[in-house]
């Protein structure tokens, strides 16, 4: 599995940017997939995930507080992941991270549960 992000920049505050995660080698055990950053000193966070498995979740989406209503997370039919993100704000300046879970269990954002990460892409919002 590879995943690889793009779409980050500089950006306004106010602005917006899409953020793309193209994925290859996806297989059915994958489950969740997510972004997550990670600013300077700060520790990761997750931003937002999205059910990738063939159960019940499916399709379900998952926000972090801080990007609540402000984010969408999607994927499309070839398995890549978009993050839409608006309004964005100083705190949002981050590098961002796609990742993808095969383990069941644990919350969505518990970033060691995810098995695939991508290098990031920095965001910048001033």
């Known amino acids: 599995v590879q995943l690889v992000e793009s779409g980050g920049g500089s950006v306004q505050a106010g602005g917006s940017l899409k953020l793309v995660c193209a994925a290859s080698?996806?297989?059915?055990?994958?489950?969740?997939m997510g972004w997550f950053r990670q600013a300077p000193g700060q520790r990761r966070e997750g931003v937002a995930a999205i059910a990738t498995g063939a159960d019940r979740l499916y399709g379900n989406t998952y926000y972090g507080d801080s990007v609540q209503g402000r984010a969408t997370i999607s994927r499309d039919n070839s398995g890549n992941m978009y993050l839409q993100m608006d309004r964005l704000k100083p705190e949002d300046t981050a590098i961002y991270y796609c990742a993808a879970r095969n383990k069941y269990g644990g919350y969505w954002y518990q970033y060691d549960r995810f098995d695939v990460w991508g290098r990031g892409t920095q965001v910048t919002v001033s």
């Open positions: 080698g996806l297989t059915s055990s994958t489950n969740l």
